[in-house]
């Protein structure tokens, strides 16, 4: 799949992106980030059981996953992980508002990241 995003796996790479304290928080979801090694854009998905039960917590995954296919290799910053977070109203809500969601979250990394630096 061309532009497709590598993706975070393992445990130790999700606990280091926690680490760095750097979210966004949307009605939808929450979007972590941290800066990588490597030069790609790498991404992983997460559903707690406040989600709701297997299928739903599945559902929601889905869904991020096609928005981070669908928007991380044009609005990602390259060497950066993100870690994104299904909320109960990731199943429910609309996909082009979750879209939006990912849309403003990304662009409120963006400006962290560059008034950190």
């Known amino acids: 799949m061309p532009g497709a995003v590598a993706r975070l796996k393992r445990r130790r ?36 059981r406040k989600v709701g039960n297997a299928v739903l917590r599945n559902h929601a995954r889905r869904r991020l996953k096609a928005l ?32 939006r969601d990912l849309e403003s979250a990304l662009d409120r990394l963006a400006r962290k990241r560059s008034e950190q630096t």
């Open 13 to 48: 790479e999700f606990l280091r992106v926690a680490a760095a304290r750097r979210k966004a928080v949307t009605p939808g979801m929450v979007v972590q980030a941290c800066d990588s090694d490597g030069d790609a854009t790498r991404v992983g998905f997460t559903a707690s």
């Open 68 to 99: 981070a296919e669908e928007l991380l290799p044009q609005r990602g910053l390259a060497s950066t992980d993100y870690v994104l977070i299904a909320r109960q109203a990731t199943v429910e809500r609309d996909f082009g508002d979750l879209r």
